[in-house]
């Protein structure tokens, strides 16, 4: 099984990336995190980077804990407390967080907020991650359309984030074996606000490579978002051959 993977993060139109993406690998275990500060809260950048930090440290020294997904959420919110200890004035920063782990063949995922993981097998999407969002939690009632989440007013209001609810993340039902030409994605909401899931089978069916993919997603992305005042748009795109 061989593992091509690309991250990207970029500010968009905006003047500070809030954004934060990162990997682990030792060559037969691999971690990839992607992480959105949120912008209004002030210090997002600072809670999505203790977040990014906090989960690869937890992977480098995974053999101290027995369930890894939980303990990289416990020490991403531990880690984002302890920035807000030592600085008062970044009290109310927040994050929200994606994580992606293969061990042993099989592929296991969880998140927090409305950072999206999708997963296509042979390119065709099987599922994406469930925002925890105001719009998400309306479509899931059946209220509004999937499709509306983008554009609803409540967009940006998120139910569950780090820190203060690290136990409120959201795991894949079950382990997946992977398999050659399965392939992750995994987005911030101002990547996902501009790319559906048929842009993504379409890269993934167009190009062999996860760094053809990305370039494709990010052009397509910056066309149709120039001049809308972008949001921070962060990627991570994982293919299996």
């Not at 210090?43 to 690869?56: D, F, M, Q, R, T």
């Not at 999206?116 to 359309?145: C, W």
């Not at 994605?185 to 053809?212: C, Y």
């Amino acid at each position: 099984m061989t593992v091509d993977f690309i991250e990207y993060s970029n500010c968009g139109e905006r003047s500070v990336n809030q954004d934060c993406v990162g990997s682990y690998s030792d060559g037969e275990f691999y971690v990839f995190t992607l992480c959105d500060g949120l912008g209004g809260h002030g210090g997002g950048e600072i809670a999505s980077s203790a977040a990014v930090n906090a989960i690869i440290e937890t992977a480098k020294n995974r053999n101290q804990y027995t369930d890894l997904i939980a303990s990289c959420f416990e020490n991403a919110d531990k880690s984002i407390n302890q920035k807000i200890l030592e600085n008062q004035n970044l009290k109310n920063m927040k994050t929200t967080a994606t994580l992606l782990v293969f061990d042993n063949g099989k592929a296991q995922w969880a998140h927090i907020g409305d950072s999206r993981i999708y997963y296509f097998r042979k390119n065709k999407f099987v599922l994406r991650t469930n925002d925890h969002s105001v719009p998400q939690q309306l479509a899931n009632m059946g209220e509004i359309k999937q499709s509306e989440i983008r554009r609803h007013p409540d967009r940006n209001k998120l139910l569950r984030c780090l820190p203060y609810c690290p136990n409120d993340y959201e795991v894949s039902e079950k382990e997946v074996k992977l398999s050659k030409r399965d392939s992750f994605v995994m987005m911030s909401d101002g990547f996902w606000d501009w790319i559906n899931s048929k842009d993504i089978a379409k890269s993934l069916k167009k190009f062999k490579t996860a760094r053809e993919s990305a370039d494709y997603l990010i052009n397509l992305a910056f066309e149709r978002g120039k001049g809308n005042n972008m949001d921070n748009l962060s990627l991570v795109i994982v293919r299996i051959s």
